[in-house]
T-cell receptor, first 116, second 113 residues
Framework: GENVEQHPSTLSVQEGDSAVIKCTYS??????FPWYKQELGKRPQLIID???NVGEKKDQRIAVTLNKTAKHFSLHITETQPEDSAVYFC?????WGSGNTGKLIFGQGTTLQVKP | DGGITQSPKYLFRKEGQNVTLSCEQN?????MYWYRQDPGQGLRLIYY???????QKGDIAEGYSVSREKKESFPLTVTSAQKNPTAFYLC????????????FGQGTRLTVV
C-alpha cells in the first residue's frame, strides 16, 4: 500500500523567510496530493492540493511542486508570518475505481515555527 | 449549517471497556474516514468507507470496528482489544469517486483511565 514520508519533522524559520517541506510517496498510482494545515487545538484544513497532471501550483504565498518521476512533492511558503505557525501534513491518494480505493494516506507532519 | 461533527470532544474510558465515537456529516459525501493522531506519527488511517454498507481496513485497524449503515454516519468503536487507545481521533469525509478535499471533524480525545 501507499507510504508517505515527510521531512523535516520540525522547522523553525525567521519571519519573512521561506519554508520548504518535502514528502515522498511510494505508490505510482497515486495522483492527488493535498496539503493540510492544523493549528493548535483545531482540525486539519486543506491549504493547497495538486494533481498528477500538473507540475506546480501556486496560491499567493504558498506553492506546491510535484515530481512524479521521483515520487516527491514539496510545499513552499514564502514571506512567512507568525500565523503560519502550525503543523503541516502532506497526503497522497490514488484514483478511485479500477480496483483502487482512493484512500488518503498522510505523512507524519511538520511542526513549523515562525519566529517574529 | 453544513459540516462534519464528532462527539464527544473528550471521552474517558476505563480499561477493558468498549467505547463508540460518533461521526456525522450532512455534506452528502460518499467517502468517510477515521484517523488516529499521535504526536510525531501524523494521521494514521484506521478505517475508511467509500459507500454505505461497505468499509475497508486502514493501516491500524486492529482493536477497532466501524459500521456504515447510513450515508451520514460512520461511528468508530474502540474495543478492549486495542492495546493503546489513548489518542486523538479524527473523522473526515469527502465527495468520493474522485479525489477532492477531505473535510475533518473537530476530533475526539480519548483517554483511558
Amino acid at each position: 500500500g501507499e507510504n508517505v514520508e515527510q521531512h523535516p519533522s520540525t522547522l523553525s524559520v525567521q519571519e519573512g523567510d521561506s519554508a520548504v517541506i518535502k514528502c515522498t510517496y511510494s505508490d505510482s498510482a497515486s495522483n492527488y496530493f493535498p496539503w493540510y494545515k492544523q493549528e493548535l487545538g483545531k482540525r486539519p484544513q486543506l491549504i493547497i492540493d495538486i494533481r498528477s497532471n500538473v507540475g506546480e501550483k501556486k496560491d499567493q504565498r504558498i506553492a506546491v511542486t510535484l515530481n512524479k518521476t521521483a515520487k516527491h512533492f514539496s510545499l513552499h511558503i514564502t514571506e512567512t508570518q507568525p500565523e503560519d505557525s502550525a503543523v503541516y501534513f502532506c497526503a497522497a491518494s490514488e484514483s478511485w475505481g479500477s480496483g483502487n480505493t482512493g484512500k488518503l494516506i498522510f505523512g507524519q507532519g511538520t511542526t513549523l515555527q515562525v519566529k517574529p | 449549517d453544513g459540516g462534519i461533527t464528532q462527539s464527544p470532544k473528550y471521552l474517558f474510558r476505563k480499561e477493558g471497556q468498549n467505547v463508540t465515537l460518533s461521526c456525522e456529516q450532512n455534506l452528502n459525501h460518499d467517502a468517510m474516514y477515521w484517523y488516529r493522531q499521535d504526536p510525531g506519527q501524523g494521521l494514521r488511517l484506521i478505517y475508511y468507507s467509500q459507500i454505505v454498507n461497505d468499509f475497508q481496513k486502514g493501516d491500524i485497524a486492529e482493536g477497532y470496528s466501524v459500521s456504515r449503515e447510513k450515508k451520514e454516519s460512520f461511528p468508530l468503536t474502540v474495543t478492549s482489544a486495542q492495546k493503546n487507545p489513548t489518542a486523538f481521533y479524527l473523522c473526515a469525509s469527502s465527495i468520493g469517486q474522485t479525489n477532492t478535499e477531505a473535510f475533518f471533524g473537530q476530533g475526539t480525545r480519548l483517554t483511558v483511565v
